[in-house]
Structures are given as C-alpha cells and as structure tokens.
C-alpha cells in the first residue's frame, strides 16, 4: 500500500483487511473463519470481561532483505499460548491450529507487511477470550481464538536508541505466585497505572522488582530486564516475569558469541555492577537502557555516557535482528518464510 509512511509507523492499531477466528463450542474447535470486521460479538456476561479469561500472544512478520516474508520461533509463541490457556482453564489452541491461523491472517493482509529497510514489521496479535457467559466465578463454555495483524514501527519511540528507566516499588504487575509468567491481560492492567507514573515522570519505563521482597530485579514493563558485565549476559529468573522468546534468542545468541550466560535471581545491587542494561521483547526488540533512577534511594545508575548504545546491546540487536530480516544465514532455524 504506497499510502502508508511505513518509516514514520507508531506501535499501534492500523486497520488492515482481515482477521481470523476460530470458536470453542460444544468442547470441540470449529474451523478456521475469515472476517472483515473489526468487532467481535459477544454475550455481555462473557467470562473475559468480568473474570480476565483472557490470553494473547504478540509477534511480528518481517520482510527480509531477500524479499521473503519471515516469521521468528511462532511455534514458541503457540507453547506459550497454550500454557497460558492451561492456567487459566481455557482449551489449549493446538500449536497446528495457532500456526495455520496467524500463517493465514499474515497472507490475507499481505498488502500490510512493512518493506525491507523501512524498520517497521507486521505485528501479530493472537487472542483468546471466554465469550461464554457465566455470573459465578468459573470458566467458560464458549472461546474465541483469533488472529489479527497490524503493520508497526518501533515501541519505543527511541527505536535502537538508550532510554531511561526508573524503579517501581510502589507498585507490582504480578504477585508471587500470581499469573506474571503467563500472558494474561490482567497483568497489564495491573501495569497501567505505575507505566503512566513512569511516563509522565518522563521515564520511558517502570522496572518491576521481585513482588515477594522487592530484593531483585523481575523486568521492565512489557519487556524482559538484562544486564552485561565481564563478558556476561545476566538475565533474572523469577516466577512473577513472562518467559521472553526474544530473552531466549538472546541467550543463546551471546553464548555464540562467546559470552557466558546467567539465569538467576539479579539483585537491585548489581545495577551497581553492569557496564550494559536492556530490555528486550518482540515489541521493545533490544531497547538499550541508558540510565535507571531510583527514587526511594535516589541512586542513578548511568549506562551510556553519550547516548550511544553499548558494544555488547549493539552487537546482539545487529545479530537478532539480521536473522529476523534474513540480512545473515538462520544459524539456529529460528525463522520460518512463508510464501505470500
Ligand atoms: N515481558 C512482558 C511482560 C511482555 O509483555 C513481553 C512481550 O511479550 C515480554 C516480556 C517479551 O516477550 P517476547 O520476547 O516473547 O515478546
Ligand atoms: C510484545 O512484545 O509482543 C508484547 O506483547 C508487548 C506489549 C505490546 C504488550
């Protein structure tokens, strides 16, 4: 579509053409459904909206340098999915049935997929809801699974540039043994309010901590918290945070490069000790951090001297994102292409 500012694209809602959808009814998945409408149509007393029986997952197609249109580790979106659904006794979306749908709702608005070199991609939105109603509190019969698309540019308006960051001790978004490491809207309402704080406190994000002693780090609103010092990456384990895909590829990107790699609790101190901090998401992809105020103590921890991202954030984005973009050969067999 040549109307569209792909280079000037905000993250948010652009309407394409198409979504898909699929119902839970009678115990069983239907087929598969196209849909032009933007609405769903459901029972007011749907589970979903009274009780948050709801998942979502988020993902993104890229357009290669090659032209192909690539998808990143969708299979490790559909497990998570499916964990979601687990805890909160909603039916599993087969991993099949996840792949055909976001596969589908990619091709049909493939007039939406953002060029190469234009830095924006074609965000994909599962979702999964109770539509079914109920007025105790228990599951519901009826689920809607659907797919929708929507072309994005960076989240942080800074794209590949450091933002600063402040600590959340006012608040939590998940509780210790609360539904933080799986996908549920519920977490990010409880987020709302403190991200706004955050905001309007000119930070580009709150960073959770740990909501049982508030001793560690947990993640940074919509994104997962790493650190890097002596050839290090150090990235927290803790129940309350969502287990990033993007984390993951990191990881294992770092090792290649011949980092080490630590998955444990980081305590607030060792902010102290890093030479790099980032959050990293499939939205956020690496945002580098520049500085993190805390305001109880009024430390500031300053990462970057001259708002240039650090060498170790800089050489892992160039990584990710050269696979995602087919820029370089898919070492892991991360990417899947799918023929437009
Ligand atoms: N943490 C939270 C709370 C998120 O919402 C997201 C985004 O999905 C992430 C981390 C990053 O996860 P992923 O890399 O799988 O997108
Ligand atoms: C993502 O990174 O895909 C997210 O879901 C983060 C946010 C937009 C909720």
New binding site residues.
Partial sequence: MSTIDWKNLPFNYFKTDYNVRCYWRNGKWGELEVSSSEYIIMHMAATSLHYGQEAF???KAYTGKDGKVRLF?IE??AR?MIDTARYILMPEVPEELFIEAVVKAVKLNAQYIPPYGTGATLYIRPLLIGIGPEVGVRPSKEYLFMVFVTPVGAYFKEGFRPVNMMICREYD?AAPLGT?HV?VGG??AA?LLSMEKAHEAGFSAAIYLDPKEKKYID??????FFGIKNNTYITPASRS?????????LMELAKDLGMKVERRPVPLEELEEFEETG??????VISPIKSIVDPDTKKIYVYCKDDKPGPVCTRLYEQLTAIQFGEIPDRFGWTKIIDI
Avoid: D, F, Q, V
């Fill in positions: 997952e988020g993902m580790r490790e979106n998570r978004r933080g996908k977490n990010y987020s993640e940074s609103g919509p994104a997962n945070i969502l287990p990033s895909i993007t984390n993951k590829s959050a990293c998401g499939t939205a956020a």
